[in-house]
C-alpha cells in the first residue's frame, strides 16, 4: 500500500477539491440515512414531532436536499478525481523528460503511452471509489451504532459487526481473487496499446512483407487473454456484490426479528425499530460500492507500481549543483573519451580526443556502429562519459545546466520527427515566439519558398501524422528549417541526407551550404555529398578515430579516407 500513499499525498495541491468530495458524499449519504430512517418510522405507523403535516415537509426538503447532494457529490468527486488525474499526467511527464533518452531507450513508444494514459486513469479509483466510500463508512459508523442502540445494545453490535464484514470482510476477500484477473487485466491492455501503436507505426512494413496478418492474430490472442481476464473479475463482482446484498438483507430481516424481541421484553417500541430497519437498509447501500471498488484495488496497485518504474528510475544525467556561466566560445573539445553502453561487452568509444574549434566545421565519417552517433549524444550530453571530459569553451558540459547547453545547440538527428499538426505547429518547437515574417524567412532559406507559395492555408496547413502530408525531402527541410529557426552557434547534423536520392541530396547540400557558415559545426555522415560541407573530415572506426583529412570536392568519392 506504500505505492498508493505516494500517490495520495499528491493530491495535496487538490485537497480543496478531494475534501469537497469528501464531505458532499459524507452529507448525502447522512441525508439518506435520515431519510429512509424517518420513513421507517412513518410506516409502521408511528408519527414524529410535530405531526404528520411537519413530517411530510421534513421529508420532501430531505429528498430534495438528498437529489441535490447526489448532483454535488458527483461534480465535485468527478471534478477532483480529473483535476487530480490531470496532475498525475504532469508529474509523470515531469519525470520521465530527465531520462530521455538514455533511461528511456528500452522502452516501446506503445508501452510509455500506455503507462501515461491507461496506468494512470486506473488510479481514478483510488479516490472516487475507495477513499471516498471508506471514509464516509468510517464516518458513518458511530451515529449509526448510536441510532440502533436506541433498539437495544445487541441490535447496534449485530449490524455493525455485519457492516464491518461488508465493508472490510467482503471486499478483502474480493482484492484477493480479484488480484491476478486485475493485474492481467492492467498487463494485457498495455500490450495490447503497445502492439497497435507498433501496427500502425509499421503497417506500410507489415504490409510489404506480407505480415499484417500474422500481427492482426497477436493482437487478436491478446484481446481475447484480456477479455478472459475481464471475465473473471466480473465473476468476483458479481458474487462479492450479491454477497453483500444478501448481508445487508439477511441483517435487516435479523433487527426486525431482535427489534420484536425487544418491544415483547419492553425495551423499546415498534417505531424505533422502524427507523433501525431502515436505517440498517441505508447504511449497507453506502457500502455497497467497497467490494467492487477494493476488487480493482490490485490493477489500481499494479498500475501505480508501472507508473512508479518510470517515476522513479534515476535520470542518466544530473543539472550539477552549481552550474557554472556559459562560455563566451564555441570550441569543444573531447579528451580521452571512452564510454561502455549499460549490458555492452566492449566499450563503444575508447580514448576519443577530438577539438572542433568556434566557428570550425568537422565533418565525422566512418561505418556503421563506429560510434558516431554516441559522441554525438555526449556532446548533447544525453549521456555522461565513463571517462575523458567534454568542455565547452573550456567548461566541463556537467559543470553547466542542461538548458543552457541545449540552448545553445541546434541538432538535426537522422529521425527529425513531422509532428502531427499544422508547419506553423512545427517550427514553433524551436521557437514559440517567432514570427510569421521570421518563419517565412527560414522556410524560404531552407528551399522551401514553391512548397510554402503552394500550401492551401500557408503556415496553418496540417501536415498529417508524421508529415504523411510532405515528400521525404520536404520533410527534411521542414526539420532543417526548425533547427535554423532556433539559430543556435552550434550545429550537430546526424546523417542530414540519409533517405534522399542523389538530386535532392545535391540541393539539400546546397541549401545548407550558407547556413552552416560561422557556425561550430559537426556533420555525421557516410555519405560522400554531407562531408563536402565540412572544412575537416575525421574517420571513425570501431570506436576509435583513425585519421582526418581535407574533404573531397568530388560528392562520388569516398571523404576522410585515411591519409
Request: hydrophobic fraction near 50%; include cysteine; proline fraction near 5%.
Amino acid at each position: 500500500m506504500r505505492d498508493l500513499w505516494r500517490f495520495l499525498t499528491l493530491m495535496r495541491p487538490r485537497i480543496g477539491w478531494v475534501l469537497t468530495g469528501i464531505l458532499t458524499s459524507l452529507l448525502t449519504t447522512a441525508t439518506g440515512i435520515v431519510l429512509l430512517g424517518m420513513v421507517g418510522g412513518l410506516v409502521v405507523g408511528g408519527t414524529l414531532v410535530g405531526g404528520a403535516a411537519i413530517a411530510g415537509l421534513v421529508l420532501r426538503g430531505l429528498a430534495v436536499l438528498r437529489g441535490g447532494g447526489r448532483y454535488a457529490e458527483k461534480l465535485s468527486t468527478h471534478q477532483a478525481t480529473f483535476r487530480v488525474i490531470a496532475d498525475l499526467r504532469v508529474w509523470f511527464f515531469d519525470r520521465a523528460i530527465p531520462l530521455a533518452p538514455a533511461k528511456l531507450g528500452g522502452v516501446r513508444a506503445g508501452d510509455l503511452l500506455s503507462r501515461m494514459v491507461s496506468d494512470i486513469d486506473a488510479l481514478d479509483g483510488l479516490y472516487q471509489q475507495i477513499l471516498v466510500p471508506t471514509t464516509v463508512a468510517l464516518v458513518l459508523a458511530i451515529p449509526v451504532g448510536l441510532i440502533l442502540a436506541d433498539v437495544a445494545p445487541y441490535v447496534a453490535w449485530l449490524a455493525l459487526g455485519a457492516l464491518v464484514i461488508a465493508a472490510i470482510v467482503i471486499p478483502a476477500i474480493a482484492e484477493a481473487c480479484g488480484r491476478s484477473a486485475g493485474r492481467e487485466q492492467l498487463g494485457r491492455t498495455a500490450e495490447l496499446r503497445t502492439a497497435t501503436v507498433d501496427q500502425i507505426q509499421g503497417l506500410a512494413d507489415l504490409l510489404a512483407n506480407q505480415a499484417e496478418d500474422r500481427h492482426r492474430a497477436k493482437i487478436g490472442t491478446i484481446e481475447r487473454a484480456r477479455e478472459m481476464a475481464g471475465l473473471r473479475a466480473a465473476v468476483v463482482a458479481a458474487v462479492s456484490a450479491a454477497g453483500s446484498q444478501a448481508l445487508g438483507q439477511g441483517t435487516v430481516v435479523l433487527v426486525v426479528v431482535l427489534g420484536a424481541l425487544a418491544i415483547q421484553a419492553g425495551q423499546t417500541d415498534l417505531q424505533s425499530v422502524g427507523i433501525a430497519a431502515f436505517v440498517v437498509l441505508a447504511a449497507f447501500e453506502a457500502v455497497a460500492p467497497l467490494p467492487f471498488a477494493y476488487q480493482m484495488l490490485g490493477r489500481t496497485r499494479a498500475a501505480a507500481r508501472r507508473i512508479l518504474q518510470i517515476a522513479d528510475a534515476d535520470p542518466a544525467v544530473v543539472d550539477p549543483a552549481n552550474k557554472q556561466p556559459m562560455p563566451s566560445t564555441t570550441t569543444l573539445e573531447l579528451s580521452g573519451i571512452g564510454f561502455r553502453y549499460p549490458g555492452a561487452d566492449r566499450p563503444v568509444l575508447d580514448r576519443i580526443d577530438l577539438t572542433i574549434k568556434s566557428g570550425e566545421r568537422v565533418a565525422l565519417v566512418g561505418p556503421s556502429g563506429s560510434g558516431k552517433s554516441t559522441l554525438l549524444s555526449l556532446i548533447l550530453r544525453f549521456h555522461d562519459p565513463d571517462s575523458g571530459t567534454v568542455t565547452l569553451g573550456g567548461v566541463d558540459l556537467r559543470a553547466l545546466s542542461l538548458a543552457d547547453l541545449h540552448g545553445r545547440i541546434g541538432m538535426l538527428a537522422q529521425t527529425s520527427p513531422i509532428l502531427a499538426g499544422t508547419l506553423r505547429a512545427n517550427l514553433a518547437i524551436a521557437d514559440p515566439e517567432a514570427s510569421d515574417a521570421r518563419m517565412r524567412e527560414v522556410l524560404i532559406a531552407c528551399g522551401l519558398k514553391r512548397f510554402l507559395d503552394g500550401l492551401p492555408s500557408g503556415l496553418d496547413t496540417w501536415l498529417g501524422e508524421t508529415g504523411a502530408r510532405v515528400s521525404g525531402g520536404q520533410a527534411r527541410r521542414i526539420a532543417l528549417a526548425r533547427v535554423m529557426l532556433k539559430d543556435a552557434p552550434i550545429l550537430l547534423l546526424d546523417e542530414p541526407t540519409e533517405g534522399l536520392d542523389a538530386d535532392t541530396e545535391r540541393a539539400l547540400i546546397e541549401t545548407l551550404r550558407p547556413l552552416v557558415e560561422g557556425r561550430t559545426v559537426l556533420i555525421i555522415s557516410h555519405r560522400p555529398a554531407a562531408a563536402t560541407l565540412a572544412q575537416r573530415v575525421v574517420r571513425m572506426e570501431a570506436g576509435r578515430l583513425a585519421a582526418s583529412s581535407a574533404p573531397d570536392s568530388d560528392p562520388a568519392g569516398t571523404p576522410g579516407s585515411p591519409a
